[in-house]
């Protein structure tokens, strides 16, 4: 078990470590590490998710349709219930409510998910990075600046057609949704191209990893209660729920398999930019998002264990 858990997560330590002695030696700073960001989101990722999708076959393609539909349960799901118990049982306000939604249902999938995921079920894996990366952008991101806005009076002129457009322009959602579309027409592109397009695309693991690491050392984290729940809800229940909707769907061992190894990984960094951007509770993202990765390390280990022994 421990030759399958330790290289599938070992890149992920020692990159986020790295990326945090390099933070603390004062290499990078917070601003060179979202700029690092940018690269991934604006060409890396978007490169990974085409080339990756343009290299699987319709037939493979046409299969994998329960694992959209489990991720959808867990990712817009998964951030309507969190937000609605936060909002209204907890008396939370909205914009907090918002962010720990997004914190608990958003993993970051387009980051973690290319050096685990890949290393663990190779091509097939392109398709849930893909979805979780659309989802997210299309779903989770503009509701939750939608939410920030109506707070904040100098951006409430923003309406939620106009994020989805805005949303719509950017690579990470119009690649992998033209890869999906060539690929329903039974298109590809050549072998050489798609190459080509994975040189600047590999990166797409270790560089955001990096600049998470140097983002992470930039925030001064807390250890409270909310913290403490919020992780054990996006690093434990959540996998969990996904786990038991997996098996009542009667998935085969990789379906369920990619789908709760999908949702274990940790929080997304846009929850934290998101955070400071709209000045609403950037400690507690960040220090979420501290956690979430750090005992990730366990609990994504522990997924792992229990789903190769089953």
Known sequence: MLDLIIPAL???VITLLLGFIAGWHHDFDASQGAVLNRMVMLYALPLTLFAG?????????????????????????????????????????????ALLALAISGPAVPFVGVPVLGHLYGTVSTLPIALCSIIMNLFQVPLTILILSAGNRDKANTSFSQNILHTLKEPVVWAPLLALLLLLLNLHIPAALRSALQLLGG??????????????????VVFD???????????????????????????DGQTLSLSVISMAIPSASVCVILAVQYKTAGQEMASILFFSTLFSILTMGGMLYYLAGH
């Open 53 to 97: 999708m343009m290299g699987l076959s319709r037939s493979v393609l046409l299969s994998q349709g329960i694992i959209a539909v489990i991720l959808l349960a867990g990712m817009v799901g998964g951030y309507l219930i969190v937000y609605l118990l936060v909002r209204y049982l907890c008396h939370q306000p909205a914009g907090m409510a």
């Open 203 to 220: 990166t797409t693991g270790g560089v955001a990893l990096f600049a998470s690491g140097v983002i992470l050392f930039s925030y001064h």
């Open 10 to 12: 070992l890149p992920i």
């Open 225 to 251: 209660r909310t913290v403490i729940l919020s992780v054990l809800a996006k690093n434990i229940i959540l996998p969990l729920l996904i786990l038991i909707l997996a098996r009542a769907l009667h998935t």
